[in-house]
């Protein structure tokens, strides 16, 4: 992007200040205590890429301006916040410098911001860079700063860790040892079996209160978010008496194996006690069928309406599948982008 469209970026005409949002019972609320209902996307590549791959604050500006977002999700990697990516020189200031412009973008044009820690690197900086089973003691760190940098920012929502699993709901709550054995994903690895202590979901929060920072925090399940069952049974988040509130996340794919009647019970199980959003979810048709809307997404979306779910859709980005675009001039794919897209003008137009 060029220094004239930076500048134009940043200095895009704000919107009136967002309010803070906090938790009440199974409820997000403004600081009036009117209902707020998130819907949104996800914008990938700052976990992978340092740069943003030249596109990134266009597309937020896409997913604020365009689609009508009253949410971003944006995904990022410890180890390049803190300039340890291996195509970083200059200590992550720049890294750092991309996340604040998308920060001020969305709070001058009424959009909420979810920083997500997606990758981590299980204790070895610069190395072994990706999804794992859990945070690590680095991630420590990670939230230390970032915590301190947006704390109190009423348009900065804190994803303590992107997508848990293999682990006990103890381990996820208090923290222990890990044994990872997992192989390569997208863009990741390889990776060797390693052991690693992580700190635990209620750490990484205090660790954030610690700084004064109340903004409103989201935690996802076990089966890389999707599993809400724990937080029926006690695994949630103590949070301080001057902290706005945990916000309990599932990430909703048809790959689970679930019918989506199987994944509503259990949605329905977790709506009425905690609050819920399904900060990831998607799925593009096979390229033979790929002009109609994708059944899956197409019932989801009316049922989750039904019940004013909050969610973010996966992902703007042609080459992060489920794909919501189809290239990089932002055109919906039409079993999936086209509903969301839709979808988010009808929700533009009730708020």
Known sequence: MSL?????????????????????????LDDKNRPVRLMGV????????????????????????????????LPMSQDRWFGHGPEQKDGGKSYRALIKKAVDFCAANGAYIMLDLHWNNVGEWGKNIGQHQMPDMYSVDFWKEVGALYKNNPAVIYDLYNETHDITWYVWLNGG???????????????????YRTPGMQKLLGVIR??????????????????LSGF?????????????GVVYACHAYPIKGDTIDQHLAKLDKALPHVPVILSEFGANNPRATA????????????????????????????????TLISGWDYKPTPSFGSLVKDCLAKGAERR
């Not at 500048?7 to 997000?28: E, Y």
């Not at 040892?177 to 052991?195: D, L, W």
């Open 42 to 73: 996800n914008v990938a590549c700052m976990e992978w890429s340092s740069d943003g791959e030249g596109h990134m604050l266009k597309t937020v500006e896409v997913a604020v301006k365009d689609w009508k977002s009253n949410i971003v999700r």
């Open 291 to 322: 002009d109609k809307p994708n059944a899956w997404v197409e019932r989801c979306l009316a049922e989750w309406e039904k019940r004013n779910c909050n969610w973010v859709a996966w992902d703007l980005h042609p080459a992060a599948g489920p």
């Open 210 to 227: 610690a700084t004064g920072a109340r903004n409103l925090i989201v935690a996802g399940g076990l089966d890389w978010a999707y599993d």
């Open 232 to 244: 029926l049974k006690g695994y949630t988040l103590t949070d301080t008496k001057d902290g706005q």
């Open 4 to 28: 004239l469209a930076l500048t134009a970026f940043a200095l895009a005409a704000p919107a009136a200040k967002l309010p803070p949002l906090h938790t009440k019972g199974n409820q997000i």
């Open 177 to 195: 040892e890990v044994n990872e054995t997992r192989g390569p994903g997208a863009r990741q690895g390889p990776f060797k079996p390693m052991k």
